[in-house]
């Protein structure tokens, strides 16, 4: 299952190559990440929708996708995310490979239009295209408004805005509807500008392509200067817990705790705290999923996901309001007996397989080999190091982990009695 893996930095630009014959694509994804503030969030994360539409020399989308459908329907797409700290702008292009339809110049003739998909936008209004830009932000609204109908996201993000108020982490990828109402064509240039000049930029290929192909095919990447990354938070000291609720019209509530874990995000126990995450919560056998859901059925789920970049792990259980507070008390007995090892070698030796399994399915589609490859860029691990970190760890390792899980928040959205 051995994948190899190249990166490096030429005129300011990452490059991250996976070579391998074993897809008949080609992947190249393209991001742009600066920090993630309040004030360029909303702009941000409209860019990609309006940049989808068209480009200077392909007015329209008909006009955009018409070259696409001739490139053996290749597909192009723009997106934005949160990633830690920073905000990214991703590009990417999914293309066959030439060799096996006789077309040699099918991965430039591709590249091209990524090439005028970023760098040269429909400006010709002076910013642009006023008719995209009303489009967009109409659409945009409902995406943000759509946050309050999906309660799940909804109590999410009320906890972690409970957990860093004000902070980069605790803000929405979509920014908000009062910052959406004041962006204009013009604005939206600027922050396009600003996204050439200021971002850093990496490059992720998949693909039977060689480090000097991929360096000659993107050859139309600007030189800058090298950008630092801001994916990082600081850690952060638990000074008691934090409690909020809030009464909605719903039929089940939303329980979700958020607890602090003193782990580097960049060390390898990063890769051991995932198997302390699904022994808790992360898989259907984990002690919140048999004991909260089925044994107790205090919830209708019960899961927990651990997000290494911010340092934390978060609780979800969808309970009825009257059994929340035995719910809360029953998940803290689990992490309580995790941390006092009471747990079989069974279950550790199952959480592991999935794990690893999930690792191996990784190279089988070329999007989560690079979703991998951006996840693990700050570790600087190769599959093998960490599938080797988790078949070694141990018994030890897990109650070790787990006693730097500490609650921080917790916070209810109540149904109405």
């Known amino acids: ?166 902070e980069a982490v605790s803000l929405s990828s979509l920014g908000t509807l009062e910052a959406l109402e004041q962006i204009t064509p013009v604005s939206l240039r600027d922050t396009y500008r600003s996204m050439v000049e200021q971002d850093r930029i990496d490059v992720f290929v998949v693909g039977h392509v060689t480090q000097n192909e991929m360096e000659d095919a993107l050859s139309f990447l600007p030189s800058h200067d090298e950008k630092a990354s801001h994916y990082i938070p600081a850690q952060k000291q638990v000074a008691g817990v934090k409690r909020s609720s809030e009464t909605q019209p719903i039929k089940q509530g939303k329980l979700h705790l958020g607890y602090r874990v003193s782990v580097d995000p960049t060390s390898v126990d990063s890769i051991r705290m995932q198997i302390v995450n699904g022994l808790f919560g992360g898989f259907p056998h984990s002690k919140l999923f048999m004991n909260v859901r089925e044994k107790e059925s205090l919830a209708y789920y019960a899961a927990s996901r651990y997000a290494a970049l911010n340092s934390a792990l978060y609780v979800y259980a969808g309970v009825e309001t009257k059994q929340a507070e035995r719910a809360e008390t029953i998940i803290g007995e689990q992490l309580k007996d995790l941390k006092a090892g009471q747990f079989t070698d069974q279950e550790l030796t199952q959480t592991k397989a999935m794990l690893i399994n999930a690792r191996r399915q990784i190279l089988d589609q070329p999007g989560q080999l690079i979703g991998w490859l951006n996840g693990s860029k700050m570790r600087g691990l190769t599959l093998e190091d960490e599938i080797h970190l988790i078949e070694t760890a141990t018994h030890e390792d897990v109650v070790r982990l787990a006693a730097t899980i500490e609650l921080e928040a917790v916070y209810l959205l109540r149904g109405e009695e």
Do not use: C
């Open 1 to 166: 299952m051995s994948q190899s893996f190249q990166t490096w930095n030429k005129q300011g630009t990452t490059f991250h190559l996976v070579p391998t014959d074993k897809f008949k694509t080609t992947t190249v994804l393209v991001t742009f990440s600066a920090p993630l503030e309040e004030k360029t969030l909303t702009s941000r994360a409209l860019l990609p929708y309006i940049m989808e539409k068209s480009t200077a020399a392909y007015p329209s989308m008909k006009a955009l996708r018409e070259p696409l459908e001739t490139l053996y329907d290749a597909g192009l797409y723009a997106d934005a995310s949160k990633f830690g700290e920073e905000h990214v702008i991703s590009f990417q292009l999914d293309v066959v490979r030439g060799d096996l339809v006789r077309h040699e110049t099918l991965l430039e003739e591709a590249l091209d239009l990524l090439e005028q998909m970023i760098f040269y936008p429909d400006l010709t209004e002076g910013g642009f295209r006023e008719q995209f830009v009303k489009q967009e932000k109409r659409l945009h609204a409902l995406r943000i408004s759509s946050l309050y109908d999906d309660k799940m996201r909804f109590a999410q993000q009320r906890l972690l805005e409970l957990m860093a108020p004000g």
